[in-house]
């Protein structure tokens, strides 16, 4: 039997998204939403940050690696929600792709659709070329209605409730509260907070931190981190 061998280009897109300030935020990319005003036939991905690649590297490092260009991280959470094939190359990602557009535009194109966490505390100020905006403001960007975007937000509501991945929207440490907003604003419901505790209490990977937090208007409450090596041996 033989193996049939993709020769194409390999599209990653991601769905960036941070909690801050309380609510969802989703990475947008100012250069498109320049290239996308006045443009009734946008291509509605201003949110998106694309890789054209043909070279063998973990979808985590490609992913990295693109982000770069838009956000300084010291850690992400990647996970791949979509796969589709179309046979028209992408046009918010010919001026990535190394060769003459003209020439990849006629070769097939595998896009991978990203789902990916960064903690808002690891990012400095927005760059130039890129921007947060809230999950829910779709008057500029349309995000709300663009399939990538839901798809991630589907994957994330399912997965929060599964896995520790809520601990990639939070900063190193955080308080049991933070970390209730988080699970909250992901999956549109309010928890209570005596049950949420009790739950939480029982996780091994969460681990108390002999310090309280600093500089808020209210009672200092303890803070947590989470340690990755306990859940990883469990």
């Known amino acids: 039997m033989e193996c049939a061998i993709f020769r194409g280009i390999i599209s990653i897109e991601s769905v960036v998204l941070r909690y801050h300030k309380n609510e969802l935020q989703v990475l947008v990319d100012e250069r498109a ?14 949110f998106i940050a694309a890789q054209i690649t043909e070279q063998a590297k973990s979808l985590h490092e490609m992913v990295s690696e693109n982000l770069k260009e838009l956000i300084s991280f010291e850690k992400i959470y990647v996970e791949q929600v979509q796969t589709r094939i179309q046979s028209q190359f992408p046009k918010h990602a010919r001026d990535k792709y190394d060769n003459n557009s003209e020439n990849a535009s006629k070769q097939p194109v595998v896009i991978i659709g990203c789902c990916v966490l960064v903690a808002s505390s690891e990012n400095k100020e927005d760059h130039e070329k890129a921007k947060w905006v809230p999950v829910s403001d779709s008057d500029e960007f349309e995000t709300v209605l663009h399939p990538l975007l839901q798809e991630a937000l589907t994957f994330l509501n399912r997965k929060i409730e599964q ?7 939070l900063p190193e440490k955080f308080s049991l509260n933070e970390l209730q907003q988080v699970y ?10 005596r049950n949420f505790r009790k739950k939480i209490a029982q996780l091994q990977y969460l681990t108390p931190l002999n310090e309280k937090q600093k500089n ?17 041996r469990n």
């Open 184 to 193: 909250e604003t992901v999956t549109s419901r309010r928890l209570d907070k």
């Open 163 to 169: 896995d520790p991945i809520a601990f990639y929207l």
């Open 216 to 232: 808020v208007r209210h009672k200092p409450a303890s803070l947590y981190c989470f340690n990755g090596s306990v859940f990883e």
């Open 33 to 46: 939403v320049t290239q996308n005003r006045g443009n009734s036939e946008r291509e509605n991905n201003a």
